[in-house]
């Protein structure tokens, strides 16, 4: 099993640009969570979903969006990237909600 | 007062040595409650769940007072492997909230 794949490793963007962070799992997990880690500060939950079809709001969901259409999949959408968005961003899935597996993440500068 | 504080340390110690870390949460209906470890520029990974009478995972222990809301961390015998940041993590109605860490140095 690959667990959770992010892709791409890395990214630079310009300021109003618009990119797609992909998510995969082959876990067959239904929960999976995408996360943002700025320096020295903990990881704060953008969007969840529960299973396919099904999304919320975390933390800190304005400027993104997502979507689930399979079980596998759970992308992010960056509309209009600003400087705040410079971060690097983690996705996770979860058989249970309890324990979390995390991707390798995002490294993502907007400038 | 935050959900989840830890202290950002750094803890520096030698190997061998003995170091606790501690955590606090604001949440007293939080029912779950993890230890993750997060290499610098790596993923979080989890280390241990923490269980209410406490428990141990080889030379890590990790204890729960509920009454006071904090937990903690107790790794023996320190390895230079070691070295990483602690994440405490504090179980919510589908989601994990995340402390911000406590940063462990072990120095040969």
């Known amino acids: 099993n690959a667990g959770v794949t992010q892709t791409p490793k890395f990214r630079i963007l310009k300021i109003g640009q618009s990119m797609t962070l992909q998510c995969t799992q082959d876990?067959?997990?239904?929960?999976m969570y995408w996360y943002r880690q700025d320096p020295g500060m903990g990881l704060k939950l953008i969007y969840y979903s529960v299973g396919a079809g099904i999304t919320d709001k975390g933390e800190v969901p304005n400027g993104y969006n997502v979507s689930r259409s399979t079980t596998e999949d759970f992308p992010l959408r960056l509309e209009l990237a600003a400087p705040s968005q410079t971060s690097v961003y983690f996705c996770a899935s979860s058989p249970n909600s309890y324990e979390q597996y995390f991707g390798p993440g995002t490294r993502l500068t907007v400038t | 007062r935050k959900e989840v504080e830890q202290d950002p340390g750094p803890f520096n110690v030698p190997e061998g040595a003995t170091v606790a870390f501690n955590c606090t949460y604001s949440n007293s209906a939080s029912q779950s409650f993890f230890w993750y470890r997060q290499d610098c520029r790596k993923e979080p990974k989890l280390l241990m769940s923490v269980y209410s009478s406490g428990n141990e995972d080889g030379r890590f222990t990790a204890q729960l007072n509920r009454a006071s809301q904090y937990i903690s961390l107790l790794i023996r015998d320190s390895k230079l492997s070691d070295s990483a940041t602690y994440l405490c993590?504090?179980?919510?109605?589908?989601?994990?909230?995340f402390g911000k860490g406590t940063m462990l140095l072990v120095s040969p």
């Open positions: 876990m067959n997990h239904n929960y």
């Open positions: 993590v504090v179980r919510g109605y589908s989601t994990l909230t």
